[in-house]
């Protein structure tokens, strides 16, 4: 309300403070402390890991990486030697099975099928099965596998797969958006085949951002458990074979140490723990150093 | 007359090939999703013999007895997804704001990566958390939470007595972690197409941030945040490992008491399938089959909403 004494017009330019601009403050400082908020579990977690992992893991170094797992869970002692073969072996296959098709896929998505019907289904569809529940593969992977053929490291790399296809497919997708069409068009204007300037030209110009793309589904797929725990079954001894008899992996090893009441699971759990973190960290910090110098040279 | 250049191309044998190939791979991104519908709908008959619909209707789980109700975990499943979203949303959503507004550019890249960290640690590693490290401390608070909304109708309800480590409410905490770092870069992505005249429009009529946020931003965006919210919720239920190892594994409980022990879908096949027979592994994979089709329906809803919204953001610029 004016007063008769007031000037008509007074604007000042200095930020006052009103309401809205504390509102303003409050709403910032909400956003720092939500920052704040999502970075304490994480390095609890790498606190947890460190403490109770590096002790355990450098106490019996190396026998802890080498030595087989205890058959009484309760015993004391070293032992992740067969769980780091089973995942390494798990992991491989799927990669192997994964990467190629996932990239062929992607291959008939960007180069082939581009906008038409089919291409939006089955792109649609990919990002559905990015969707599914690991435990859903794992138990899919039983039913068509496993019930047929026993336990053994290739079911869980096939259902590990099938959780890295729709990734690889959609990274893959993404990277040869970015190769420029005037590539495509030198080569076919050399007169090479559509294959060969799929596999001469827009691949290798991709390369770097797939290998990218591939090393973080690898690293997601590397931690999985559920899909394992149904596919692989159980052993305490090294297993190297892939077809052949049951096997065990990291993540599995941690799954079923972490409920133990013994202290001495507990604690081959949190070493376990360690060394799949690392090994997922450094699969990641990898693809980010491929990622980093293919924008560079870009 | 001979044309001495044939400009049409002559079909190539190793080029039909590998668009063969190509298309194959392709169709694998089909095949395997109706294969997960038919092979494991084919291994519920037995359950569904002896169940009937009650499958879906009974508390009563059994496997003694040869009784197989699910609903329960259908219970759980709903109950601690919708506790890690509404504990992840508001945080997710101001990181997502903190990230794309207030930290300066040089700090984005190691907010982002701490982001990804988050995302990256394995499933299994934070229920390993969750339980031997969480549990203890949150069982303490739970007690006093409890203590302190006790006699309040509806509160006193869903933060209950007898509070336990391993509870609704603890798988809802370590999942919520889990989803938010999804959530955030989807919020991000959807936050970052709003227009910039719509924002500079805002701050000439003298908006603060805040208000230019209500103003330009929201409306822009919300419809792709309930997308990212909704794509965080099919994550959330279809978590197995970290919810098997917190959620407590009670049997047959359908309770709001968030801090009371329970059982989700994924925790129960995980926990139970060492020493499950037939009839119990078939009502096991029933309830993956169950919740295969819920977080199908979840996510495709959530990615034609995510989709749609950021079509639109793209195009009215």
């Given amino acids: 309300m004016r007063h008769p004494g007031d000037p008509i017009l007074a604007i000042s330019l200095e930020p006052r403070l009103t309401w809205r601009t504390v509102k303003n403050w409050i709403m910032t400082g909400l956003m720092v402390a939500a920052f704040v908020a999502i970075t304490i579990p994480l390095i609890a977690i790498l606190y947890s890991l460190v403490s109770r992992g590096a002790s355990v893991a450098l106490r019996s170094f190396p026998e802890f990486f080498t030595a087989t797992i205890p058959v009484v869970s309760r015993r004391a002692g070293p032992g992740m030697g067969p769980a780091i073969v089973g995942t390494l072996l798990c992991t491989g296959g799927a990669t192997l099975i994964a990467v190629p098709l996932g990239i062929l896929g992607a291959v008939y998505l960007h180069e082939y099928g581009k906008a038409s019907k089919f291409a939006k289904v089955v792109r649609f569809m990919a990002m559905v099965m990015t969707g599914v529940p690991s435990i859903v593969m794992g138990l899919f992977v039983y039913v068509l596998w496993t019930m047929k053929f026993g336990y053994s490291a290739f079911g869980g790399a096939l259902a590990l797969a099938c959780l890295m296809l729709p990734i690889v497919i959609g990274a893959t997708e993404q990277m040869l958006r970015l190769v420029p069409d005037h590539m495509r068009e030198a080569a076919f204007a050399l007169g090479a085949s559509k294959s060969r300037v799929i596999v001469t030209v827009v691949l290798p110009a991709a390369l770097p951002g797939i290998l990218s793309g591939c090393l973080l589904a690898i690293a997601r797929a590397a931690g999985e458990t559920a899909p394992l725990i149904f596919t692989i079954g159980a052993a305490t001894d090294y297993n190297p074979h892939l077809f052949d008899n049951a096997n065990t992996a990291l993540s599995a090893q941690i799954f079923s140490n972490a409920t133990s009441s013994f202290a001495a699971a507990q604690e081959r759990a949190w070493g376990a723990a360690l060394t799949l973190v690392v090994l997922t960290f450094l699969l990641t910090l990898i693809a980010r150093i491929v990622a980093a110098r293919f924008a560079a040279k870009r | ?317």
């Fill in chain 2, 1 to 317: 007359m001979a044309s001495p250049i044939d400009l049409r191309g002559t079909p190539n044998r190793a080029d039909q090939a590998f668009r063969g190939i190509a298309i194959g791979a392709a169709v694998l991104v089909l095949l395997v999703l109706a294969l997960i519908a038919l092979e494991m709908s084919g291994r519920m008959g037995p359950v569904l013999d002896k169940m009937g619909l009650s499958y879906f209707t009974s508390k009563r789980w059994s496997p003694a007895e040869g009784l197989f109700g699910a609903l329960p975990f259908l219970w759980g499943t709903l109950y601690t997804a919708c506790i890690a979203v509404v504990l992840s949303v508001p945080i997710s959503l101001f990181v997502a704001l903190f990230v794309t507004q207030v930290a300066k550019p040089k700090w984005r890249k190691p907010i982002v990566y701490v982001l990804d960290l988050l995302a990256v640690v394995p499933s299994v590693v934070y229920g390993l958390w969750g339980v031997l490290v969480l549990a203890q401390p949150l069982q303490k608070l739970f007690l006093k939470i409890h203590n302190a909304v006790d006699g309040i109708p509806g509160l006193q309800t869903i933060f209950g007595g007898s509070p336990q480590g391993r509870s609704f409410m603890t798988a809802g905490v370590i999942l919520a972690i889990m989803i938010t770092p999804i959530i955030t870069s989807l919020a991000r992505e959807v936050i970052e197409t709003t227009p910039q005249n719509e924002k500079e429009a805002a701050y000439a009529l003298g908006a603060t941030r805040w208000e230019m946020n209500r103003a330009s931003v929201w409306p822009h965006s919300k419809g792709g945040l309930v997308g990212a919210v909704m794509l965080g919720l099919g994550r959330a239920m279809g978590e197995t490992i970290a919810a098997a190892l917190v959620i407590g594994s009670s049997i047959g409980q359908i309770t709001l008491n968030a801090f009371a022990p329970g059982n989700s879908m994924p925790a129960v096949i995980a926990n139970e399938w060492g020493e499950a027979g037939e009839l119990h592994k078939s009502a096991m994979i029933a309830l993956a089959l169950l919740l295969f089709a819920i977080t199908i329906i979840v996510n495709l809803v959530s990615s034609a909403i995510v989709q749609r919204s950021l079509r639109r953001g793209r195009g009215s610029l």
